[in-house]
C-alpha cells in the first residue's frame, strides 16, 4: 500500500499544493484555533479541499493542527454529512496514534488522502466557528505547564486517539460524536498552547462524550425490558 508523506507525495505535485503553502510554518501558539481556521479557509477557492491539501498547508510534521482540523469538522454543521464523522474519527485517531509512537511524519495511505469535502460547503463552516474561535484562542494562555508536558502529554495524546476510534460507533446517537470532537479540539489547544486548564476541560467534555450513549443504552435497554 503506498503511503503519503512529504518525501513521497505524488498528490501534492498534482494539486500544487507544496508549491503554494509552506509545511514549516508554526501556529501561532497564542490564537491557535483562529490561526488553523485562517489556514484552513485559505483552501477553501478550491472546488474540494482533501486531507492531501490539508497535510500540504499545515505541513507534515503538524499534528495537532491536522487533529485540530478534523476535530472542526465533526464539531461543525460538516458533521451531518453521512459517514463524514466516523472518518474524521478515524483519522483523528491514526494521527493521534502516529504522534503517540513518536511519528516524525504524518503518513496516510493515498486512497483516503484523496478523500475530500466541498470548498464551498467548509467555507460556510469555517465562517460559522469563527465567533467561537476567537473567544477560546481569547481564554487560552500559559498555565498549569505539568500537564502539557510528559509524561503526562503521552497520555492525552492516547486520550485523543481513543476519543477518535470511538467516534465512528456514536454516529447513531445525535451530537455524541460533536461532544467528543470538542473534548479533543480542548486537548489539542492545550498543548499547542501549553494551557494545562484546557486540558482539564477537555477531559470533562470527554468524559460527557462518553457517558450520553451509555445512558442511551441504560435507557433503551430499561425500555425493552
Known sequence: MRFLSVDLCPIFEQTGAMNQYDPDRDIDPDHPLEAVID????????????????????????????IIVLGLFVFSPLSGIPI?????????????????????????????????????RLHR???????????????????????????????WQGVIMVSGLTMPFLELVPFSSSILAAGVLCMCLALLSRDGLFVVIGLVITGIGFLIPLGAVSVLSSVLG
Open 125 to 155: 463552516a469555517i465562517e460559522q466557528t469563527r465567533r467561537v474561535a476567537r473567544w477560546v484562542d481569547r481564554l487560552t494562555r500559559r498555565r498549569m505547564l505539568a500537564l502539557t508536558v510528559r509524561p503526562l502529554r503521552k497520555l
Open 84 to 120: 463524514l464523522p466516523s472518518f474524521c474519527g478515524l483519522m483523528i485517531a491514526a494521527l493521534a496514534g502516529q504522534m503517540l509512537l513518536s511519528g516524525s511524519r504524518v503518513r496516510m495511505p493515498g486512497f483516503l488522502a484523496r478523500r475530500g469535502v466541498s470548498g464551498e
Open 39 to 66: 489556514r484552513l479557509d485559505e483552501l477553501t477557492h478550491q472546488d474540494e479541499v482533501t486531507l492531501a491539501d490539508l497535510i500540504g498547508a499545515f505541513g507534515a510534521r503538524a499534528f495537532l493542527p491536522l
